[in-house]
């Protein structure tokens, strides 16, 4: 199998001391490509130095994660203005809204997410998209921009399955994680009614690993298991999923290789 992480956090803390073997191991399974989003200054460095130690393999985004939208967000702006007009990136990511911990900066997350969807339209990349505690509103302001060449994903998707629909009306795909996994998620009942050609695979490794490994560090090696939980659910091989979910991957991310 062919199979595309689309959203890896690979170049974090948690990978410092075994990144070659996580790598490997992924390698080994399937996954070909590894494709990271940025969350702000601080992560910039050690993401694009992942990057130029795996040349095609390892991808970088650009992007202001609405968890770092601060006091100082404009200037955590400029770095990513700066960024995008000095050399390519694959997406502009991850960015969006989230309620979930704090709303102090309610106002600021929508500037900064707003500004950086404008960002993506003038460069012709598509966007990643975090959201929590916050899906109608992202995809509200995704509506507000769509022009009909805008794309990307809505990552770590776990929403309803109107949400689903409403991300793939305005031409965007959903991202499929560990989460499918969870026994109360609720997703493998809304993934049902949602067609193949609209998913992509994901792991936001270190995060939400799926079972068997749910609390322990996620890995780009753990995506067959999102590829079985998705199999079955479809009643379809392993390998159509990853066929289907890896075409859906190149055709967003494919014009904008580094």
């Not at 202001?64 to 390519?88: D, G, I, M, Q, T």
């Not at 109360?184 to 067609?195: A, Q, R, W």
């Not at 560090?217 to 079985?228: F, G, T």
């Not at 379809?236 to 075409?247: D, F, L, N």
């Amino acid at each position: 199998m062919d199979i595309i992480d689309t959203h890896c956090h690979l170049y974090v803390e948690e990978f410092k001391d075994d990144i070659g073997s996580v790598i490997s191991s992924a390698k080994k399974v399937g996954v070909q490509r590894f494709y990271l989003p940025n969350i702000d200054s601080t992560s910039v460095e050690n993401m694009l130095n992942l990057e130029q130690r795996y040349p095609g393999v390892c991808f970088a985004m650009m992007g202001l994660h609405p968890c770092s939208v601060k006091e100082n967000y404009k200037e955590e702006l400029a770095v990513v203005a700066e960024w995008l007009e000095k050399r390519c990136f694959v997406a502009v990511g991850e960015i969006g809204l989230d309620f979930y911990w704090d709303v102090t900066f309610k106002r600021q997350q929508y500037e900064a997410f707003n500004q950086q969807v404008e960002w993506a339209k003038k460069y012709n990349l598509p966007v990643v998209i975090h959201t929590r505690e916050a899906m109608q509103e992202a995809i509200d302001v995704i509506r507000q921009h769509a022009d009909g060449k805008l794309k990307g994903i809505f990552h770590c998707f776990g929403g309803s399955l109107r949400e689903a629909e409403q991300i793939i009306d305005i031409g965007f795909f959903v991202g499929i994680g560990g989460v499918l996994t969870y026994r109360k998620s609720g997703l493998k009942e809304v993934l049902k009614d949602i067609p193949l050609e609209h998913l992509v695979l994901e792991t936001d490794a270190p995060y939400l690993s799926p079972v068997p490994f749910r609390g322990k560090r996620n890995e780009s090696a753990y995506l067959p298991y999102i590829v079985d939980e998705l199999a079955m659910i479809k009643q379809v091989s392993p390998e159509e999923i990853a066929r289907i979910t890896t075409a859906n991957a190149k055709s967003i991310f494919e014009n904008n290789a580094v």
